[in-house]
């Protein structure tokens, strides 16, 4: 089970920190937005050993994706944020040790959260 929580309203170029506590193993976390009328998109990815990143090119240098091993929690910090960011963001986990290339497609993962909703103000 995932739990997702830290959405909300922020104007352009404030931060949010996202936050997405899960309850079983898994082998890599990802985060995911969709805007309305979109598909779901990639937006980063952590693995649990090792710690090792993965980010879409449209959040690099923005956005920090984490994970707290003891808490079972995996963070994203999202900064200067635009109004395009605006979208619900879910939480996934992948299980299966595929090559990295997988880890960018929502079919890759198993496990999704509800979603939480981050708005950006103009």
């Known amino acids: 089970q995932l739990q997702a929580s830290g959405g909300g309203l922020v104007q352009a170029g404030g931060s949010l920190r996202l936050s997405c506590a899960a309850s079983?193993?898994?082998?890599?976390m990802g985060w995911f937005q969709q805007a309305p009328g979109k598909e779901r998109e990639f937006v980063a990815a952590?693995?649990?050993?090792?710690?090792?990143?993965y980010y879409a090119d449209s959040v690099k240098g923005r956005f920090t994706i984490s994970r707290d091993n003891a808490k079972n929690t995996v963070y994203l910090q999202m900064d200067s944020l635009k109004p395009e960011d605006t979208a619900v963001y879910y939480c996934?986990?992948?299980?299966?040790?595929?090559?990295?290339?997988?880890?960018?497609?929502?079919?890759?993962?198993?496990?999704w959260g509800q979603g939480t909703l981050v708005t950006v103000s103009s």
């Open positions: 996934a986990a992948g299980m299966r040790t595929y090559h990295s290339v997988n880890y960018y497609y929502a079919n890759y993962y198993a496990y």
């Open positions: 079983g193993n898994s082998y890599i």
């Open positions: 952590i693995r649990w050993s090792g710690g090792y990143t």
